[in-house]
């Protein structure tokens, strides 16, 4: 039996909002917990093999449950998975996580802000216009790129290194994610695969 915490409780009362959020996020990640194992790892220099096409896991999703679904290569090998859900509240709060087989990934919309973590660690916010400032030291870390029609650049540390594409007018069977993806260390991949998980999620719900 778990142990009673008054002032989580207290806590609870005050903002039941907050409470069911972290309740829901708890959920989320245990949900995806198990595709940890049947995820493919891509090696560096093939997320260009990456497709926007999503797959939804859903089956029959009752109202109000999260919106879930897969990112796969143009080889259909599941790469990213990934559960969605949105509040009803002034703030239009919203929760996203997703995963590799290496890594989990926590976004938490609160208004125009997008709270990001990274495995363990708070890596910081993504604000309206792109731009992902480091929580400690506010530094930019990362940020999209201006939209040039058919892609929308990454920049790492200050340099391009990929880009995202836009969805197009014209279907095309297992449409690429990205494309000019460069070669990255560990924790720059990490921080591009961050703002793209993000911007494709987020261009499904807004399709």
């Not at 989990?104 to 208004?111: A, H, P, S």
């Not at 125009?112 to 604000?127: F, K, M, T």
């Amino acid at each position: 039996m778990a142990e009673f915490s008054l002032i989580k409780w207290l806590e609870d009362l005050i903002n039941p909002l907050a409470a069911r959020i972290s309740r829901d996020m708890a959920a989320m990640r245990n949900e995806l917990a198990p595709w940890k194992e049947k995820l493919v790892p891509i090696m560096p220099g093939e997320w260009d093999l990456l497709s926007s096409q999503y797959v939804p896991q859903d089956g029959r999703r009752r109202k109000g449950a999260p919106l879930k679904g897969l990112f796969s290569t143009i080889y259909q090998e599941s790469v990213i998975a990934w559960s969605y859900r949105e509040y009803q509240d002034q703030n239009h709060t919203a929760l996203l996580v997703a995963r590799t087989c290496k890594q989990e990934y926590l976004f938490k919309r609160v208004g125009r802000e997008v709270e990001v973590v990274i495995g363990p660690y708070r890596v910081g916010a993504l604000s309206a216009d792109g731009r992902l400032i480091s929580s400690r030291k506010k530094e930019l870390l990362a940020q999209l790129g201006k939209p040039n029609g058919t892609y929308i650049p990454v920049l790492v540390y200050g340099h391009e290194v990929g880009a995202i594409a836009l969805p197009s007018d014209t279907p095309v069977p297992m449409p690429r994610a990205f494309s000019f993806v460069q070669d990255m260390a560990e924790n720059e991949m990490e921080l591009f695969l961050a703002l793209a998980i993000y911007e494709l999620v987020r261009q499904k719900i807004n399709k």
